[in-house]
T-cell receptor, first 110, second 116 residues
Framework: EDKVVQSPLSLVVHEGDTVTLNCSYE??????LLWYKQEKKAPTFLFML????IEKKSGRLSSILDKKELFSILNITATQTGDSAIYLC??????????FGTGTRLKVLA | DSGVTQTPKHLITATGQRVTLRCSPR?????VYWYQQSLDQGLQFLIH???????AKGNILERFSAQQFPDLHSELNLSSLELGDSALYFC???????????????FGPGTRLLVL
């Protein structure tokens, strides 16, 4: 059965800390891995990764994929209270079906 | 505001009933995706339509069906509702048939369904 596992389930840090969120997967016919941020309501798209070893960056957020070890990490540097959210990882497989992890709940304290 | 609209915002109904959730994608977007988010199962992909045609199916129950109309709005029909169908239902839209790293998928605000 296709599976996406995120860790940790939740995390509390202080402003200015750096955090690393993990996403591992076991799927048939991997196509891409996606990261989303979900604050109060709807998710917002962060990154889509298809190739191993190529870092995607957006401001203080960056992500990388390892297709050999079947995982991805999402790094957030110099965290701010506005980074508090649930971070979702999803894998897109070749049937164009998305499989989501349960998410990591991040809380950043002032 | 993502530009994706969903109606209604909230819906309370009884077991056994049938409901229709509506989604209007962003102007110019041809793809519509439906997702279900419940407390115990997290976010789950249900179905994807592109320009009126079904493109991918996820964990969508047989009691659920969807369609995308010529004006590109989409409806998700849920029938013979059960308590476990209570969830937040999101619709998302994007321009192309297949999501790429250059293309964002925009989510609507969701419809919260409560089945009593």
């Amino acid at each position: 059965e296709d599976k996406v596992v995120q860790s940790p389930l939740s995390l509390v840090v202080h402003e200015g800390d750096t955090v690393t969120l993990n996403c591992s997967y076991e799927v048939t016919n991997f196509r891409s891995l996606l990261w989303y941020k979900q604050e109060k309501k709807a998710p917002t798209f962060l990154f889509m990764l298809t190739s191993s070893g190529i870092e995607k960056k957006s401001g203080r957020l960056s992500s990388i994929l390892d297709k050999k070890e079947l995982f991805s990490i999402l790094n957030i540097t110099a965290t701010q209270t506005g980074d508090s959210a649930i971070y979702l990882c999803a894998v897109l497989i070749y049937t164009y079906k998305y499989i989501f992890g349960t998410g990591t709940r991040l809380k950043v304290l002032a | 505001d993502s530009g994706v609209t969903q109606t209604p915002k909230h819906l309370i109904t009884a077991t056994g009933q049938r409901v229709t959730l509506r989604c209007s994608p962003r102007s110019g977007d041809l793809s519509v995706y439906w997702y279900q988010q419940s407390l115990d199962q997290g976010l789950q992909f249900l179905i994807h339509y592109y320009n009126g045609e079904e493109r991918a199916k996820g964990n969508i129950l047989e009691r659920f069906s969807a369609q995308q109309f010529p004006d590109l709005h989409s409806e998700l029909n849920l029938s013979s509702l059960e308590l476990g169908d209570s969830a937040l239902y999101f619709c998302a839209s994007s321009v192309a048939e297949r999501q790429t790293s250059q293309e964002t998928q925009y989510f609507g605000p969701g419809t919260r369904l409560l089945v009593l």
